[in-house]
């Protein structure tokens, strides 16, 4: 079975630069998320989506990032203008439902730098 | 609101002893538990997770028992091996976070030879 396949796997920026990562699901997995992850962090939920819709982007900081998933397969996350906060590892997860033992298969993440 | 404490940041043991890395959780729902474990440079991946109380979980070595009357959900090892080094993280979702992971700060293991 194909794991979750995420695009690219580093990026460098500089500060005010934009970047988009991309997330290929496990086929059949609804559900799709977006985690950041700081440095030696825990990932903290920046949106999910279950098919196309998304299901919550409280986290999401909304004037800079964005997170498509328009036929409900795979998905891109954006960020406009990146911020040196901003560097970290962005996993991407999938499941198969949103119930609440179901098990999150992650993709490597992109580890992303803005210097 | 539900919240997973992890009170290690970092373990350092030498092969062949036992670990316990510490998880306590606060909710007021039927939560299930998780850990996940990350190797450097890799994914997170489930290692175990729970949902009955009392009862012992186990896979790959590790084990652990959800006890609801203490919110703790502890990993253990009976014997590290050098291939354990990772971050541990413990999680927990229940109807209090719709379901979604909360994670706690994780715990670095390393073993040393």
């Known amino acids: 079975e194909a794991g979750v396949t995420q695009s690219p796997r580093y990026a460098v920026l500089q500060e005010g630069q934009a970047v988009s990562f991309w997330c290929d699901p496990i086929?059949?997995?609804?559900?799709l998320y977006w985690y950041q992850q700081p440095r030696d962090q825990g990932p903290q939920l920046l949106v999910y989506?279950?098919?196309?819709?998304?299901?919550?982007n409280s986290q999401l900081p909304s004037d800079r990032f964005s997170a498509v998933r328009p036929k409900g397969t795979n998905s891109t996350l954006k960020i406009q203008s990146a911020k040196q906060g901003d560097t970290a590892t962005y996993l991407c997860?999938?499941?198969?439902?949103?119930?609440?033992?179901?098990?999150?298969?992650f993709g490597h993440g992109t580890k992303l730098s803005v210097l | 609101g539900d919240s997973v404490t992890q009170t290690e940041g970092l373990v350092t043991l030498t092969k062949g002893l036992p670990v316990m890395l510490n998880c306590t959780y606060q909710?007021?729902?039927?939560?299930?538990l998780f850990w996940y474990v990350q190797h450097l440079n890799e994914a997170p991946k489930l290692l175990l997770k729970?949902?009955?109380d009392n009862k012992r979980t186990e896979h790959q070595g590790f084990y652990a028992t959800l006890h609801k009357s203490s919110s703790s959900f502890h990993l253990q090892k009976s014997s590290v091996q050098l291939s354990d080094s990772a971050l541990y993280f413990c999680?927990?979702?229940?109807?209090?976070?719709?379901?979604?992971?909360?994670w706690g700060s994780g715990t670095k293991l390393i073993i040393k030879p």
């Open positions: 909710t007021t729902y039927s939560p299930f």
């Open positions: 989506f279950r098919d196309e819709a998304v299901i919550d």
């Open positions: 086929s059949g997995h609804d559900t």
């Open positions: 729970s949902s009955t």
């Open positions: 999680a927990l979702s229940d109807l209090g976070s719709n379901y979604q992971l909360i």
């Open positions: 997860a999938s499941s198969p439902g949103t119930g609440g033992n179901e098990r999150l298969f």
